[in-house]
């Protein structure tokens, strides 16, 4: 009866966690980030804020949050983001998943998340020591790829964490 009650216990535990990671991930209305595509006409100015800095291209996506992009300096791969209107939000630089720098917290909350089952192929964590935000790249079973911001406590966001959703009405 005692094994019964503790694997009983278990499940429950098991699909308690489920739910919640789910629940997480499903409380926005916006849906997860995938519409990224490649820009060629940037607003005036964005280019040069970024191209100064490293002699290497800048690759640069739109998505409904503003614009993304990356580009390496030396033997690191940075990605900076700026809003709609192109204002600086913040920078991340991108560290291998299987490295020992990765916040472990992040590492394990993924893998009781929603996306334990999806394939990170990329890990960037904000170059800001005082945010400890995160951005992964992720890839479905069927490769449909998939981005998701992450904070230092591990809760998962389909839109950048400090992005306000706005109303109806339009206010903030």
Do not use: C
């Not at 040069?48 to 993304?68: F, M, N």
């Not at 490769?143 to 009405?169: H, I, L, Q």
């Amino acid at each position: 009866m005692k094994k019964i009650a503790n694997n009983f216990l278990t499940i429950v535990a098991a699909t308690m966690l489920t739910i919640t990671s789910y629940a997480q991930m499903a409380s926005s209305d916006l849906p997860i980030m995938n519409d990224l595509k490649p820009i060629k006409n940037l607003p005036e100015g964005l280019d040069e804020r970024v191209s100064i800095a490293t002699d290497q291209p800048v690759e640069w996506l739109k998505s409904k949050y503003g614009y993304t992009g990356t580009y390496r300096l030396g033997e690191t791969e940075y990605m900076t983001t700026y809003d709609n209107e192109s204002h600086y939000i913040e920078t991340y630089i991108k560290i291998d998943w299987n490295n020992s720098q990765v916040s472990s917290v992040v590492k394990s909350a993924l893998l009781i998340s929603f996306y334990k089952d999806y394939e990170v192929m990329g890990y960037w964590e904000s170059s800001d020591p005082e945010v400890n935000g995160y951005y992964l790249e992720l890839k479905d079973k069927n490769g449909k790829p998939f981005s998701v911001w992450a904070d230092n406590e591990g809760n998962f966001y389909d839109r950048p964490y400090e992005y306000k959703m706005e109303t109806s009405s339009g206010a903030e």
